[in-house]
């Protein structure tokens, strides 16, 4: 039986073999970091290429940013993925589309992850007290709903801004593109747990 005590996120794009999986490796590494043991990351696809390693040049990405790249077999997104998942990061909008569709209960729980960083930059800026020292987890698992009601203070001007970019079989400039885009808010959500996380005794 999997523990209550630790914070589950799910990572998605559509193959799970490119932008996903660097956002799972990247922000497990950095949230390990931060409590190591309190925060499992995992990935799936819309249409995952099951079964499938991290494709090579996101594999390196991975490695620039801390995290292993190794040990990793793409998956197909299941209804059953998103029960008992606290927070849900998509690549894009048209993700997050899907994810609410497949399970409508997730609505409140799913973001884009680019858009969602730029929420935790707004809570940080309006409270910045840390979290409890007796219940990181459950200080976190209430951070969707904290951060969706500063939703319209972290709008993006352009709707593209909420998106990461699928590098998949395209030229190198446009893996170099969506580690542009993915990097920052994955080290924004780092960023984010390390200054709101208590002070271990």
């Keep these: ?25 990247a922000l497990q590494a950095g949230l390990d970091a931060v409590r190591a043991g309190t925060f499992q990351v995992q990935s799936a696809g819309t249409y995952a290429m099951t079964g499938s390693p991290i494709h090579l040049p996101c594999a390196r990405i991975i490695e620039t940013y801390g995290g292993r ?23 894009t909008s048209t993700h997050r589309s899907e994810v609410v569709r497949m399970d409508p209960s997730v609505l409140k729980r799913a973001f884009t992850i680019r858009e969602f960083a730029r929420m935790l930059t707004v809570l940080e800026e309006r ?31 352009d709707a593209a ?19 542009d885009e993915l990097a920052p808010a994955v080290l924004a959500i780092v960023r984010f747990a390390h200054r709101t996380a208590p002070a271990e005794v």
């Excluded at 007290?129 to 001007?157: C, I, K």
């Excluded at 801004?161 to 580690?179: F, T």
């Design 1 to 25: 039986m999997e523990s209550p005590s630790i914070v589950r996120i799910l990572t998605v794009c559509t193959g799970n073999i490119c932008r996903s999986p660097v956002a799972e490796r």
């Design 69 to 91: 790249s190794g040990g990793f077999a793409a998956r197909q997104l299941t209804p059953g993925m998103l029960r008992g998942t606290d927070l849900i990061l998509t690549m």
């Design 127 to 157: 409270d910045s007290r840390p979290a409890p020292e007796t219940d990181l987890v459950g200080w976190w698992r209430t951070l969707p709903a904290r951060a969706a009601g500063v939703r319209h203070l972290a709008l993006a001007s």
């Design 161 to 179: 801004d909420n998106d990461v970019a699928d590098p998949y079989g395209l030229a190198p400039e446009a893996y170099q593109r969506m580690e």
